[in-house]
């Protein structure tokens, strides 16, 4: 049977907290469903965006971080919010998510769950060049290409026209899953939700339009 032209578009960013809570929608979307699913960085606080962190922005994260938490069962390590003055510049991971898809494609989406791990989970400051040998240690990467090519003005560039592809999809919050068929787009969800809540409106959807075979996993 032949597979039709169906993809999910995962508007997101590695430092935005209800897209941590999402992940575990993310994964089971990708094990229920047999059509890929292309990644955009959504860019949260990029550039002249970023923020430097004080007490304000801290509790206002802290009171995000608690309601996703309760609402998704993610972990967070309030560790990652200690460091006075740090900037809160979602730019850097955003370049080397790009520069994984560039690298190793196949790996991107495990490398953006595992920079949101390192941040949410294990308060590893991602926005920090030195932390990122460590992050690669499970990637079939070479080290040295993955720093050269992450700092690289090309890296900066192909990270903005995500930016810029999330602001053409209509995507200013985070997360946004999207559905494209053919040349139709559907919102799946703009913002959090779980599986259990998108799985049963999503497969009725796509059972109009197709034969199970053809987008069950």
Not at 21 to 48: C, K
Request: glycine letters at 6%.
């Amino acid at each position: 049977m032949e597979r039709p032209d169906i993809e999910f578009i995962y508007v997101g960013d590695t430092m935005c907290s209800w897209c941590w809570g999402f992940a575990p929608t993310i994964d089971a979307l990708g094990e229920h469903y047999s059509f890929p699913m292309r990644l955009v960085n959504g860019g949260l606080r990029p550039g002249s965006g970023a923020q430097v962190l004080e007490d304000n922005l801290r509790s206002y994260l802290i009171h995000h971080w608690d309601q996703v938490a309760a609402a998704s069962g993610q972990p967070f390590n309030e560790e990652a919010l200690a460091k006075d003055g740090w900037i809160y510049d979602t730019e850097y991971p955003a370049r080397a998510v790009v520069t994984m898809r560039a690298l190793s494609p196949d790996h991107e989406f495990e490398w953006f769950k595992r920079l949101q791990r390192a941040f949410y989970s294990e308060a590893i400051d991602v926005t920090d060049a030195a932390v990122y040998p460590g992050l690669l240690a499970d990637f079939p990467v070479d080290v040295a290409a993955f720093t050269t090519e992450l700092d690289d003005e090309k890296s900066r560039l192909a990270a903005w026209e995500d930016f810029e592809e999330a602001r053409s999809l209509q995507a200013t919050g985070f997360p946004t899953l999207l559905l494209r068929t053919g040349t139709d787009m559907a919102t799946v969800t703009r913002g959090y939700r779980a599986f259990a809540d998108i799985e049963p409106h999503l497969t009725t959807y796509l059972n109009d339009r197709y034969e199970p075979a053809q987008f069950l996993a």
